[in-house]
């Protein structure tokens, strides 16, 4: 069937069965910053954002997000112009795999596109469902908070 | 996957979803969340059904009654400044121990009560702040209490094309207080055991309560032996470390990957102890 939405403020009409996972339906149309990694929900590294919820795609069927809006990290930035959020991940060391990060921008975006000036705490929060093996979070907290600060001034 | 859903319905209101469900029985597959949805792949589903464009996805109050729609999801609810004024918070403190927090912006609060699973939190609050539960069919709506709702998992009680449609909670009156702890390995792990009380005061005496386990069975249930306990006493120290006991030794649990069920016996007293204590201290505080 026809799912209609929009990726990256694109607007797309998707031929797919409604019960395929959003996730493999994102990859295979080429959004390869989505990752795969635990597949149930556990981790994070799949995390996109709908209607600016930050959201798990491995535990979406395709069929749900019909008429909804979806972003996913390629819309943030590129190398010459980056989001703040990623040049802050960078200057704090704040990846280091780097299979993550996508996930880790998402709801770090989310999060500051709600609150603008977050606590420590309040980071942790929106944080908490995507795990990090490599950087201990502490540098990626730090980042979120930078990018806050840079992003009101 | 559903690899043999070719369509995906999105009904705009309750009872079009009830006809549907009517129509296609076990072919179709309601669709909230869909946290569990997407893990599922039973090859008779053919058809999915979205609930979440029934128009039952906000939170209003009326005559100091809160109603909840099915759809909303568990992350408005561990937000939202009228719930979190209702019996102390438990329900808000429920809802925000729920996985983590793009779980929390996914899942509804109707699935969360239906599937009942290890890690729905939300139900033991519900179950002892009295909630009741509205549910639409092929014959109408019907409402049934929480001991009815959680008399059995809610996925029997439910009846064929049945959905739950609303949940309803009520500000208690008097000198009341409440309190909910989730006890688990680590912030984003499944309950031990989850424990939530309900506590009214009349002067000195405790007038009614209501004392919730979770994580031990399928569904929670009352410790209607500590309950017994507090009811028409005064609640001193040593009547409600009489209750916790009593809680304790009327525990089914069984063991798992995760603690043995001695373990989790005795947990039950030590975390059913600390909520009707708290509910106890904030009762006192309003008489």
Redesign the interface.
């Known amino acids: 069937?026809d799912?209609h939405v929009e990726v990256n403020h694109q607007p797309l009409v998707w031929k797919v069965?409604?019960?395929?996972?959003l996730l493999?339906v994102l990859r295979r149309e080429g959004y390869k910053s989505v990752k795969f990694g635990c597949g149930?929900?556990?981790c994070?590294a799949c995390?996109v954002l709908i209607d600016g919820?930050?959201?798990?795609s491995?535990?979406?069927?395709v069929?749900?997000v019909?008429g909804r809006s979806i972003v996913t990290v390629e819309s943030l930035g590129n190398h010459d112009q980056p989001h703040p959020l990623q040049s802050s991940f960078v200057e704090c060391g704040a990846v280091q795999c780097g299979y993550c990060t996508p996930g880790m921008l998402l709801?770090a975006k989310a999060l500051l596109d709600e609150n603008p000036k977050p606590d420590e705490d309040q980071v942790r929060?929106?944080?908490?469902?995507n795990l990090c093996r490599c950087t201990g979070y502490k540098k990626i907290i730090e980042a979120v908070l930078r990018a806050a600060e840079r992003m009101r001034s | 996957m559903l690899a043999n859903a070719k369509v995906c319905l999105y009904p705009r209101d309750q009872q079009e979803a009830v006809r549907i469900l009517e129509e296609y029985g076990g072919q179709a597959l309601v669709l909230a969340g869909g946290t569990t949805a997407a893990l599922n792949s039973d090859p008779a589903v053919t058809t999915l059904v979205d609930l979440t464009r029934i128009g039952l996805d906000s939170i209003e109050e009326e005559d100091g009654e809160w109603s909840l729609g099915c759809c909303v999801r568990i992350q408005q609810i561990a937000t939202h400044a009228g719930i979190a004024g209702l019996c102390d918070g438990m329900l808000s403190t429920a809802a925000g121990s729920v996985g983590s927090r793009p779980i929390r912006n996914m899942t509804t609060l109707g699935g969360n009560v239906v599937q009942v699973f290890r890690w729905s939190d939300p139900p033991v609050a519900l179950m002892a702040m009295n909630a009741g539960f509205e549910l639409m069919g092929p014959a109408g709506s019907r409402r049934l209490s929480a001991d009815e709702f959680f008399e059995r998992h809610p996925r029997q009680v439910l009846q064929r094309s049945e959905i739950l449609t609303r949940v309803y909670v009520r500000r208690p009156q008097g000198a009341s207080g409440g309190a909910f702890i989730k006890y688990a390995r680590t912030a984003f792990d499944l309950a031990v055991v989850d424990a939530a009380v309900c506590i009214e005061l009349d002067g000195r005496n405790c007038s009614a309560a209501r004392v919730v386990v979770g994580g031990t069975r399928t569904v929670p249930w009352r410790s209607r032996e500590a309950e017994k306990i507090l009811v028409g006493s005064r609640l001193t120290k040593a009547v409600m470390r009489r209750a916790a006991a009593a809680a304790r030794l009327e525990t089914r649990a069984a063991g798992g990957v995760r603690t043995d069920g001695e373990y989790r016996r005795q947990m039950v007293e030590v975390i059913a102890g600390r909520v009707i204590e708290q509910a106890a201290q904030r009762a006192r505080e309003r008489s």
């Open positions: 069937m799912i069965n409604p019960g395929q996972i493999d149930q929900g556990d994070g995390t919820q930050s959201m798990r491995c535990l979406l069927l069929g749900q019909e709801s929060e929106a944080l908490d469902g």
